[in-house]
Each structure stands twice: as C-alpha cells, then as structure tokens.
C-alpha cells in the first residue's frame, strides 16, 4: 500500500522561508498528481494550497498563497517539495501531501494522505 510521509516543519517568523517535503512509497510516484492541503486548526476543514501534474509541468495554486509558495517534485526520489516563503501567521497549519490520479485538481477525495507537518509562523 502507498504511503506518504512529510517532513521539515517547523516554527519561523513572519517574513520568513520554510521548506517541507514529502516522500512517497509504495506507489508509482511519477505517475501521480501530487499537492498539498493544510488544515489551519483542528476541526476546520483541509484547505487546498498547491498541487503539481506527474511531469512537474502544470501547477495549481490556492490564491492565498500563489506568488509565496512552490511546489516542486523530484520523480527519482518519489519526493514532492513546497516551498513557502514570505511567511504570514495565517499560513500557520499542519499541512498535508496527498497523491491522487485524478487530475490537477486534487480534492478531500485523494487517493492516498501523509500524517501532516506542524508549520507554525510567529508575528
């Protein structure tokens, strides 16, 4: 069975630059859609923030976070990257990486969820 695991949280300051990534196993990596949701406190809903087609060619992007943040992959280490920058408190979330076949616009419906990484932005 895929599994996907995140990794690089972490606290930062306002303004600041954080980079997470997430591998996967178990699966076909290069031939999945991949992206990333965030849920920013419990029991809100998982909010998309970016997502990225198998070839690394097409991207998607929340509008909240479009300009700030990128989304990258690496096919030969079944890893997908997002890199935030110009950090803001209202990007403080767990975020999570997901895989899916459907398509570039991935949903709550994804085929396969990692554990999700604690990113905290201070003011």
């Known amino acids: 069975q895929g599994q996907l695991v995140e990794s690089g949280g972490g606290l930062v300051q306002a303004g600041g630059s954080l980079s997470v990534s997430c591998t996967a196993s178990?699966?076909?990596?290069?031939?999945?859609?991949m992206g990333w949701f965030r849920r920013q406190a419990p029991g809100k809903e998982r909010e998309f923030v970016a997502?990225?087609?198998?070839?690394?060619?097409?991207?998607s992007y929340a509008d909240s976070v479009k300009g700030r943040f990128t989304i990258s992959r690496d096919n030969a280490k079944n890893t997908v990257y997002l890199q935030m920058d110009s950090l803001k408190p209202e990007d403080t979330a767990v975020y999570y990486c997901?895989?899916?076949?459907?398509?570039?616009?991935?949903?709550?419906?994804?085929?396969?969820w990692g554990q999700g990484t604690q990113v905290t932005v201070s003011s």
């Open positions: 178990g699966l076909r990596f290069s031939i999945y859609y």
């Open positions: 997502a990225l087609s198998p070839d690394g060619g097409r991207t």
């Open positions: 997901a895989a899916d076949l459907s398509g570039l616009r991935l949903s709550s419906a994804s085929a396969y």
